[in-house]
């Protein structure tokens, strides 16, 4: 078990001794208002009228002098919502999170919004309330949540209200943006005629047996222990390899189906935990062991990891098989930023700072996480991440637009596949994929759109709050994985293995096959004007 650090281990018991006499004290503490403010006009609503109205729709004094210009169908939803009931909170992980940089950040933007009654920024009475809410034997509603403040309140609903249109305005925009894109599918001329029947199904196992095995590599050099899964096709060499990089939080066995598909077809899989940001350090974190949930040396560390495990690879007697010098990298998430750096992309500190210090991470969760990357020195920030051995990469949902900037992102001239999805509250669409997109001059790059499919599990019971999603998890995982291991296949056999049949499949007509409604499933090579 990691040794606790002493500054984390204080940190961590100053936290549960502030919510443990927060909970003592809640009956003497508990706030009685919530100051609602609309220009000059101020109004005092009791957090009692709320409750009577929430549980009994009862109207009265000043919540009843507001709620009775609502109609009876908005009455009807705010009731609704101020008791609706978050599932699967943990207070523990909630707790962890909060006393993140990035957790303290948010909390601090959502504060200038609900200030204290003073007028102070209200992050740590709402950092409060959560913490109370997430462990209430009465469950995590709005309304326990208003009842935990532990002082009155100051609500400005003018910027309330200006950030509830804006989030009309992004999701309608963010609809506009897909539409034009699927237009533009739908009309652009395929530069080949689709052609399956000359091509094994890339959606189907392939024919090549394989055997896994899990290694444990070493790198003495920066005292790192790389602990990996490796998927070798039988047959002679020289065998195409694709390396796979995780996202945050994430086991390596998170993409053990598409390892296995890969291999199926032929391929090399290689899958590393990255120890500064796995699943591992995740449940570190969560236990108190680290401040924060992953290391933000990773943003260093991650590429190196890669690089280390072809040169191993190479070292072992492995390259007289694999092709270690024609490499395909698989990054999912923030996977997805190290499969950018190997390929060329450089940080640019500069970019990152103006970012970090101008834009809104409410709507972009992911800036949360690329801000981090400031606590980094500037030499390690300069230090040279891209491998030539690295000649294609496959995308899933990554970020890097604060990080990167147009400069870094221009940098990279490799074949590139890109797969975002409209619904994405973690790396927004508008917000992060076709900016960053956009940046990118490599000649052979593609980018693939799917509508209706969340980022991750986690976000799933979130985003169906906000949005109708039809199906459960297990449902809305296979569609995923169906566009991911055809699409996967179509750009590796390309552009690693180099066969020109598959071609044929990156374009708009494949797409159109492999869509199960409703998550239609778009691609184009340019983004629309």
Not at 46 to 73: H, I, M, T, Y
Not at 132 to 145: E, H, I, Q, R, Y
Not at 324 to 343: D, I, K, P
Request: glycine share 6%; aromatic share 8%.
């Amino acid at each position: 078990m990691p040794r606790v650090p002493v500054k984390t281990f204080i940190l961590r018991l100053c936290g549960v001794v502030a919510t443990s006499v927060l909970c003592n004290a809640l009956p003497a503490v508990a706030a009685e208002n919530l100051v609602v403010t609309f220009g000059p006009i101020e109004r005092r609503i009791a957090v009692a009228d709320l409750e009577a109205f929430a549980e009994k729709g009862e109207l009265q004094n000043e919540a009843g002098f507001v709620l009775q210009r609502f109609s009876p169908e908005q009455q009807q939803k705010a009731q609704q919502a101020l008791i609706g009931k978050l599932e699967g909170i943990d207070p523990i992980v909630l707790s962890q999170f909060t006393y993140t940089r990035p957790g303290e950040q948010l909390l601090t933007e959502v504060g200038e919004l609900i200030r204290t009654e003073s007028g102070q920024n209200g992050f740590q009475s709402l950092r409060a309330a959560m913490l109370l809410t997430a462990t209430s034997p009465d469950g995590v509603t709005p309304l326990n949540f208003l009842k935990n403040l532990p002082t009155d309140m100051r609500i400005d609903l003018a910027a309330l209200l200006s950030q509830g249109q804006r989030v009309r305005q992004f999701l309608q925009e963010t609809d506009t943006a897909v539409s034009a894109i699927e237009t533009q599918a739908k009309t652009s001329t395929p530069g080949i005629p689709l052609s399956l029947e000359a091509l094994p199904d890339p959606r189907a196992e392939g024919s090549t047996s394989f055997t896994k095995q899990t290694i444990q590599f070493y790198d003495a050099r920066r005292d790192r222990t790389l602990l990996t899964d490796l998927y070798l096709p039988e047959g002679a060499g020289p065998i195409p390899v694709i390396l796979v990089s995780n996202g945050l939080g994430a086991r390596r066995t998170r993409f053990a189906d598409l390892g296995a598909h890969l291999a199926s077809h032929g391929f090399a899989v290689v899958i590393p935990d990255h120890p500064g940001s796995d699943r591992q350090r995740l449940q570190d974190f969560n236990a108190g062991l680290y401040r924060e949930n992953f290391d933000s040396a990773d943003f260093i560390e991650r590429p190196h990891d890669l690089s280390f495990l072809l040169d191993e690879l190479q070292r072992q007697g492995y390259g007289d098989r694999l092709n270690l010098s024609q490499v395909g990298v698989f990054g999912y998430s923030f996977g997805g930023v190290t499969a950018l750096s190997l390929a060329g992309a450089t940080i640019d500190p500069v970019h990152l700072q103006r970012d970090c210090d101008t834009r809104s991470a409410i709507f972009n969760i992911s800036l949360l996480y690329q801000c981090r990357a400031l606590e980094l020195s500037p030499e390690q920030l300069a230090m040279p991440l891209a491998d030539e051995r690295v000649t294609a990469i496959y995308l899933f949902f990554p970020f890097g637009r604060s990080l990167f900037g147009p400069d870094g992102m221009a940098k990279v001239q490799i074949p590139l596949f890109w797969q975002a999805t409209d619904l994405d509250i973690l790396t927004p669409l508008l917000e992060e994929h076709l900016p960053t997109y956009g940046w990118i001059t490599a000649e052979d790059r593609y980018l693939a759109i799917s509508r209706g499919l969340p980022h991750a599990r986690l976000t799933l019971d979130v985003l169906r709050q906000l949005t109708p999603i039809p199906d459960e998890w297990p449902r809305l995982r296979d569609v995923t994985q169906t566009y991911q291991e055809a699409m996967a296949i179509a750009f590796f056999e390309t552009y690693i293995r180099e066969d020109e049949r598959y071609r044929t499949l990156l374009q708009q007509d494949y797409t159109q096959v492999l869509t199960e409604e409703p998550y239609r499933f778009s691609l184009v090579r340019s983004l629309p004007q």
